[in-house]
């Protein structure tokens, strides 16, 4: 049974206490990583894909200091459309909640609220990690990872971030991190790939070697990194051209600590004419697809 301090849409508490595939999708990425109204369309278009494989979406927010797992049409759109919605981390959480607040979750909130709704597998975009040129600024998305058993599918973590460095530190956590079809870690919406990881073919391989990791008491989560699809992958040229121009601009005005994602997001999707909105838009879709036929095979 699922906590008392948490409300779980009646659909998705009846497919978890069955037994049935159902796979967690976060918010912050609809109230602050994506423009309206690309925002609220790819959140639909996620929940659509996830129904497609026969599974259950359940995107997660607080509203009103209520931690949500199973948003509701209209609830989903006040997120992706309400002025002030807070960005949570894990440790926001309890601040939003005892002060009333409307928030996102990012990917170390949302699997904590996963966890507690006993979903075990979340589709993302891409998670956060080390920050370039800077030693402290490093997700709470790798600490949650280390200690919280969920599955997160996305396509590696953020092109904006010092990949290598958070692939070591996934390491230093223990955090096994699957390439799926790929025995590199993909770059999420670059082209290209850093490392090394382990390899699954499929999505029952996958689902094994979850399960495997928790049965063996793994502890925390793991990642399984699905690759952008190649048509709409921005090159590594392209890319870094326009990281360079924002991570200036970001400095100039000032810009650090939780709003420094979304605002590298929405600057590269200026600056590369809506190809990173659109590659991001595509990928999140996709992990979706994933994560719901890994959701299959876990159970
Ligand atoms: N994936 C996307 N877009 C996003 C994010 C992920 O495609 O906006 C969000 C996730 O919620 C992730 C957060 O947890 O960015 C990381 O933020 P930070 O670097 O401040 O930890
Ligand atoms: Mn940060």
């Not at 990583?33 to 690309?38: D, I, K, N, R, V």
């Not at 390491?171 to 699954?200: I, N």
Request: charge should be negative.
């Amino acid at each position: 049974m699922d906590a008392n301090w948490l409300v779980v849409a009646d659909e998705v508490r009846a497919a978890v206490a069955d037994g049935r595939p159902v796979v967690a999708l976060e918010s912050t990425l609809i109230a602050h990583g994506l423009p309206w109204p690309a925002n609220l369309e790819t959140a639909r278009e996620s929940e659509a894909a996830i129904r497609e494989q026969g599974a259950v979406p359940a995107t997660i927010a607080v509203l009103g200091g209520v931690p949500t797992v199973g948003l509701t049409a209209a609830q989903l759109e006040e997120i992706a459309t309400r002025e002030g919605v807070w960005k949570a981390s894990r440790r926001d959480l309890a601040a939003a909640v005892a002060l009333k607040k409307h928030a996102a979750t990012t990917v170390s909130a949302t699997m904590a609220l996963a966890r507690a709704a006993g979903i075990r597998v979340f589709a993302t975009g891409g998670i956060g990690g080390a920050h370039r040129e800077s030693d402290f600024d490093i997700s709470a998305d790798l600490t949650e990872l280390a200690r919280t058993p969920v599955l997160v599918v996305c396509s590696g973590a953020k092109s904006i971030l010092d990949l290598p460095r958070t692939l070591e530190i996934l390491e230093t956590y223990a955090v096994p991190v699957l390439g799926y079809q790929t025995e590199q870690f993909p770059t999420f919406y670059t082209a290209g790939a850093v490392g090394a990881v382990a390899r699954v073919e499929s999505p029952a391989e996958a689902a094994a070697v979850f399960a495997a990791h928790v049965r063996m008491g793994g502890g925390g989560g793991a990642v399984l990194a699905q690759p952008c699809p190649e048509a709409v992958a921005i090159s590594a040229e392209e890319f870094n051209l326009a990281l360079n121009e924002a991570e200036i601009d970001a400095t100039a005005e000032g810009i650090a600590g939780p709003q420094l994602t979304p605002f590298l997001l929405s600057r590269l999707a200026e600056l590369t004419q809506g190809k990173t909105l659109a590659a991001n838009r595509t990928l999140i879709v996709n992990n979706a697809t994933l994560a719901a036929q890994v959701a299959k095979e876990l159970l």
